[in-house]
């Protein structure tokens, strides 16, 4: 069965450091891969997705992904994160013939002015 | 524009009492819909997906089902909830692009 891995639960950063929250997903097809980010209070929200070509994907407030095929990975990077970026970080991966979208357990990051 | 409507917001039952939450979009024809679990600690869990009127598909066995009647219409139902049926329950759509979520209902079962 598919599913989605995201490695750290909770993340606790300083202002200025930078991020790599990872992403492993288990399927052996095509898919499309997705970011998104839940904010205090709020409701989820797209950061980034990548469906095809460049593998370094560029989202919303300067996050980024990359997508490597042969590890099935699509980990989330920011270099300097900021005490607004403090959420919870779903990974979601979609094979696009199933029309699901399976999602990570979150991760939690908190970012300390 | 694309909207979708969850409701209730927030619901407290009791043990065994029945459920429905209703979930309608409005502005797309056909949309693939979803019902989503969010639990603390636990992410996001999908429950049930359609990708039409009348079609089901469960994700998980649990005490909880759902019904498309309508191309926009999707609601999860159960018969008597259970105290481990509490927490946070969204409904998303997509139309082969990335998921647009409600409000999201607030469930505890005391």
């Known amino acids: 069965a598919q599913s989605v891995s995201q490695h750290n639960h909770h993340v606790i950063l300083s202002e200025a450091a930078s991020l790599e929250l990872g992403c492993n997903y288990s399927?052996?097809?095509?898919?499309?891969l997705f970011w998104y980010v839940q904010y205090p209070g709020q409701h989820l929200q797209l950061l980034l997705k990548?469906?095809?070509?460049?593998?370094l994907v560029k989202g919303i407030k300067g996050f980024e992904a990359e997508f490597i095929k042969s590890k099935f990975s699509f980990n989330l990077r920011k270099p300097s994160v900021q005490w607004s970026d403090t959420a919870e970080y779903f990974c979601?991966?979609?094979?696009?013939?199933?029309?699901?979208?399976?999602f990570g357990q979150g991760t939690t990051l908190q970012v300390k002015p | 524009s694309q909207t979708i409507h969850q409701w209730p917001a927030t619901l407290v039952q009791p043990v065994g009492s029945p459920l429905s939450l209703e979930c309608t979009v409005e502005g797309t024809s056909n949309p693939n819909l979803y019902w989503y679990r969010q639990a603390a600690g636990r992410g996001l869990q999908l429950l049930f997906y359609?990708?039409?009127?009348?079609?089901i598909s469960s994700e998980v066995p649990q005490n909880l089902s759902a019904s498309r009647p309508q191309d926009r219409q999707f609601i999860l139902s159960s018969k008597k909830l259970l105290l481990s049926d509490s927490g946070f329950y969204l409904c998303?759509?997509?139309?082969?692009?990335?998921?647009?979520f409600g409000n999201g209902t607030r469930l505890t079962v005391t």
């Open positions: 998303a759509w997509s139309n082969n692009s990335p998921l647009h």
């Open positions: 359609s990708v039409g009127i009348g079609q």
């Open positions: 990548y469906f095809s070509g460049d593998p």
């Open positions: 399927y052996g097809g095509t898919v499309n």
């Open positions: 979601a991966v979609s094979p696009p013939e199933t029309g699901k979208l399976i």
